[in-house]
């Protein structure tokens, strides 16, 4: 490919992104649509303000790019979340340490590559793009001191600009356990692997076994239910309320009653009613045998302390490690109940499909993978395949082919994808919402990393040389010469799936069109769910990370990359502000648990980086620059071993110290009482209505915020689902 390929491409993405920035910034004043750039919440203010026309509806403008600018992090703490500021604080680590490659590479790295052989150059828009990357630079020259100094200030500037980041976090992370008000999930603990007695039911074992064992710190439990017989049971004691309503005056009644059996209410609360309504008490008696026999091996158990329950939520239990295996348990919100059922014993075999079944989809997408790179290589396949050679004469169709259409066909190959990756992810059996996104997460950035980067990279060197496995020992070699051979196709990539997919991203075609087909083509105006969705971090980090991932191993090799990453980087940090400031709706979090696949990402692209530019090095004979990496390697390894002993331990578990200094706070201030009392209507399993369960639950300041603008749009699927 030469440069006038990469700028067709270039331009092709420019003026797709212009379109779609302009459509936004029209769109979004237009009333109708407020539901879907604004959140529920909005949508009902801005409804009120009425339709009237005005002509400034249709002028685009930049109004929403200087209030994404102005947000502050509080601003983004207050809306999207802890989870929120560690996504747009990677961004800005991305911006930070390419600019500084940039700089360097840029300055001193590319005019040693553009002049790093004797040749004849060409006009520079004809110029081949090899003449811009390593592969120029002839071999034993001792111009590449230069790369390899390059190389060690984007390390040692992105270990430093790391430390930095993991020190801000980490105290967010703190002050997000101490800064809010009691969080019922500090007190619980989610016992699974109960085992089972002819005698007593899991309730009875929960009660017995931590009243022996906790005996000083044990407050009480909450069994979990399987799904189906309870909601019939739910509606039956609806109708009961009902009854017992028309007989009852008492106002303490109605209360207790309001409080069931399966949201923290006690087992026996049936029995404050009057000898007066004795079919009613057979019939809440029945229905606590029911419940008896639908009871999970599962329990979600209270402490006094917080303490006390992050030792039981730590320590082992039995014996038998199958059984009382204890877990901290998520926030109410987060609890993910579906998979609170599936018995313990089976997690392992879950676990160990899903890889299988992960696996297996990485090894199907070599297919796609080695059709984009036939596209990129279309003087081998016109050899191969001769008739295709009439079809591939002109100029301009081969540079649209080979400059636009890869990344394009691979960009619609991987929206499968994720979806793919969330199934396997629910599955594998995680107990909270936040979790099954990590888990998804973590498994599209492998996806990622080995399908788009060492797929594209081994596939095109299959397709250029049929014997990439002649010497299949020399794994480094091999990848040292496919790496910068790969470099147009990810200029290409970062233009098609970086800055259009950010354009896309603004302006929620999915969530646009759903809008319309309710509002004018059903003529239904009221629909909560339309337009309104959480932050999906398991699709846009890893997202994030790969193009750091690119950005890394070719900042050396290929700084000429470096700029369309910078500003994909500086778009983003735009975008995504403004999404989460006013489009997505957040109603759990992990509390920047999302930070340590960051860090993870960052370090393996530094390694693999400085492996390559090993490799390279010795192919260029340069056994100086190739020997003076080792050390680098070795000390980035170091690195990441003082950060996992000194920051991860914090983003894995809560603090005793913290959660002690809490509990000893509370205790001075009469509170812990009070917070017993919430514990037992903390965690509701089921609801008769949609909007039961936000009542249920004492919610922190950050969840009473986000319960104003929606409910869990997870959650109201799940229902609509039902209702059908």
Same mark, same amino acid.
């Given at each position: ?28 004043? /237009?009333? !109708?649509?407020?539901?879907?750039? *604004? ?13 009237? *026309? ?5 002028? @685009? ?31 800005? *680590? ?30 520079? @828009? ?74 007593? !039911? ?7 076994? *931590? ?8 407050? !009480? ?20 309320? #009902? ?65 006390? +329950? ?10 038998? @490690? ?23 014993? /089976? ?129 480094? +070699? ?178 005793? /110290? ?5 509990? /000893? ?26 909007? #039961? ?14 319960? +104003? ?16």
């Amino acid at each position: 490919m030469d440069i006038s390929s990469l700028l067709t491409s270039a331009g092709i993405n420019i003026a797709f992104c212009a379109v779609f920035i302009s459509l936004y910034s029209v769109l979004r004043k /237009q009333p !109708s649509n407020s539901s879907v750039y *604004f959140g529920q919440r909005l949508a009902q203010l801005r409804s009120k303000e009425g339709d009237g *026309f005005t002509f400034d509806r249709l002028i @685009p403008s930049a109004n929403w790019i200087i209030k994404a600018w102005k947000a502050s992090d509080e601003e983004i703490l207050a809306c999207g979340g802890l989870d929120a500021v560690v996504f747009l604080r990677t961004i800005v *680590f991305s911006i930070r340490i390419f600019s500084v490659a940039a700089t360097i590479c840029i300055l001193l790295v590319l005019p040693l590559n553009y002049f790093g052989k004797e040749m004849q150059h060409h006009h520079i @828009p004809s110029e081949s793009l090899d003449v811009f990357t390593i592969v120029n630079v002839k071999e034993r020259s001792q111009w590449l001191w230069a790369h390899c100094l390059a190389l060690y200030i984007i390390s040692f500037s992105a270990c430093l600009l790391l430390y930095f980041e993991h020190k801000n976090i980490t105290k967010m992370r703190l002050v997000h356990i101490t800064g809010f008000s009691p969080s019922p999930s500090h007190f619980t603990v989610l016992v699974r692997g109960i085992p089972w007695t002819p005698k007593d !039911s899991y309730s009875d074992s929960v009660r017995n076994f *931590f009243g022996k064992y906790y005996a000083s710190s044990y407050l !009480s439990h909450q069994m979990v239910y399987r799904s189906g017989i309870v909601q019939q049971l739910m509606r039956d004691a609806s109708k009961i309320y #009902e009854m017992i309503s028309l007989n009852s005056t008492e106002p303490h009644c109605r209360s207790n009653l309001l409080r069931c059996c399966l949201c923290g209410g006690k087992t026996h609360s049936f029995k404050i009613l009057s000898n007066e309504s004795e079919s009613i008490r057979q019939r809440s008696d029945s229905i606590d045998s029911d419940l008896r026999e639908k009871e999970c091996a599962a329990a979600l158990v209270f402490f006094r302390t917080r303490y006390a +329950a992050l030792v039981a939520s730590r320590v082992l239990q039995s014996s038998n @490690p199958m059984h009382w295996v204890t877990d901290r348990a998520p926030g109410p919100l987060d609890v993910y109940w579906k998979n609170l059922c599936i018995p313990y014993k /089976q997690l392992w075999i879950r676990k160990l499909a899903t890889r299988i079944a992960s696996i297996v989809l990485t090894l199907l997408f070599i297919g796609p993978v080695g059709f984009v790179q036939g596209l990129l290589h279309l003087e081998g396949l016109q050899k191969r395949f001769p008739f295709l050679r009439g079809d591939l004469k002109n100029k301009y169709i081969i540079r649209v082919v080979t400059g636009y259409l890869p990344s394009v066909v691979l960009m619609i190959f991987l929206y499968a994808v994720p979806p793919a990756m969330m199934l396997f992810s629910t599955i594998e059996g995680p107990i909270s919402r936040s979790d099954r996104k990590r888990s998804a997460c973590t498994k599209i950035l492998y996806f990622f990393i080995w399908n788009i980067f060492f797929g594209n990279v081994l596939s095109g060197r299959v397709i250029e040389r049929l014997s990439v496995f002649s010497r299949p020992g020399d794994v480094t +070699a091999l990848l040292a010469t496919a790496v910068p051979a790969q470099t147009t196709f990810f200029m290409t990539y970062v233009l098609t799936s970086g800055w259009a997919s950010l354009s896309s991203e603004l302006m929620q075609p999915y969530a646009l069109l759903s809008n319309f087909c309710y509002k004018f083509i059903l003529r239904y105006n009221d629909d909560p769910s339309c337009g309104v969705y959480s932050f999906p971090y398991h699709t846009e980090l890893p997202r994030v990370l790969l193009f750091g991932f690119i950005g890394f191993v070719y900042s050396v090799m290929a700084p000429l990359i470096l700029p369309f990453l910078l500003v994909y980087f500086f778009l983003a940090n735009l975008v995504y502000r403004n999404q989460i400031l006013n489009v997505y709706v957040t109603k759990y979090q992990s509390g920047g648990r999302f930070w340590p696949i960051v860090h993870n990402s960052t370090i393996c692209s530094l390694v693999m980086t400085q492996i390559l530019s090993m490799g390279v090095f010795g192919l260029k004979k340069s056994t100086v620059a190739s020997g003076f990496t080792i050390p680098l390697i070795i000390l980035t390894l170091l690195y990441n071993e003082f950060c996992r002993q000194r920051f991860i331990p914090v983003f894995k578990d809560h603090p005793a /110290q913290v959660l002690i200094d809490m509990d /000893q706070k509370d205790a001075q201030c009469g509170m812990l009482e009070e917070i017993h009392e919430q514990l037992r209507s903390a965690y509701c399993q089921f609801a008769s209505t949609p909007n #039961e369960l936000d009542k249920s639950v004492p919610l922190n300041h950050f969840e009473e915020g986000q319960r +104003a603008i929606l409910q869990d749009p997870e959650d109201m699927m799940s229902r609509n689902k039902s209702r059908r």
